[in-house]
């Protein structure tokens, strides 16, 4: 990759993050909205999970409820309590 290249792509990841921070995004493991940052403190204040912790039990909830078939009653879950 040549240094323009290189520059370019940096240009545009940094006007990504600042349209994302324009926005209220904030970045955990890639930018959530308010809403979205509500609902990780709060899971983050009821359980201690670090942030690692928190993907691996999300994408753990996900996997058992696919597997399970249970996908439409998560999202049920979700939207029932406006999440």
Known sequence: MSINKASANAE???RF???Q???GNKQ???YVTPQAMDCYKELSDKTNWTDS???SNALRITYAAYKCGQIKLLNEWLK???K
Do not use: A, I, P, Y
Request: proline share 0%; glycine share 6%; charged share 55%.
């Open 17 to 19: 993050r600042d349209k």
């Open 28 to 30: 955990v493991r890639g």
């Open 80 to 82: 029932d309590h406006q």
């Open 53 to 55: 912790e928190m993907l």
């Open 21 to 23: 921070k324009q926005k």
């Open 12 to 14: 545009k990841q940094k």
